[in-house]
């Protein structure tokens, strides 16, 4: 459990160390910085989902906080999961996800709203901006899927 839990602890402080280095250095004025012809760092207070999903349903105090305690719940489930499984692979990936979900739920708490600014686009095509913890959350469930599909087969009982 010790190892997944160092990887939750750390990417949720790689993730609040980029976004309060973004909001209070990097975005002072709030603008769109190019830095390659495919990337750009901006500032989006995102109060839906990951990635600005249902960020139209209801973005209130109400939502906010329903969404901070949805994400604490699955951290709760997930650290269950974290005491009973053992592969590389999945300890890996249930690290990510926590430590992406609790980076999240933290921004709602201070904030109210996500804190994203990677913003990639390709010929005027913008995926929705992100930041470390959703990038933690998505490589945490490709982990857990790989382990799924090519990790050992858990023995019967």
């Known amino acids: 459990m010790r190892p997944g839990l160092a990887i939750a602890l750390g990417i949720m402080a790689l993730d609040q160390a980029t976004k309060w280095l973004i909001v209070g250095l990097v975005m002072v004025p709030p603008r769109t910085i190019e830095v390659t012809g495919f990337f750009n760092l901006v500032l989006v207070w995102n109060r839906g989902m990951s990635f600005g999903l249902l960020g ?18 699955i951290v709760v489930a997930l650290l ?3 005491r009973r499984v053992e592969g590389v692979w999945a300890v890996a990936g249930i690290g990510l996800v926590i430590g ?17 600014f990677l ?30 599909l090519f990790g050992p087969a858990p023995e019967a009982k």
């Open 100 to 116: 992406g979900a609790v980076g999240n739920v933290v921004d709602r708490a201070v904030w109210g709203a996500v804190v994203d």
């Open 56 to 73: 139209g349903f209801g973005g209130g105090e109400g939502a906010r906080w329903f969404m901070a305690v949805l994400a604490l719940a």
């Open 119 to 148: 913003d990639f686009h390709v010929v005027g095509l913008h995926w929705p901006a992100f930041n470390v913890a959703d990038t933690a959350i998505v490589l945490g469930a490709a982990a857990l899927l790989a382990d799924g």
């Open 80 to 82: 269950v999961w974290l």
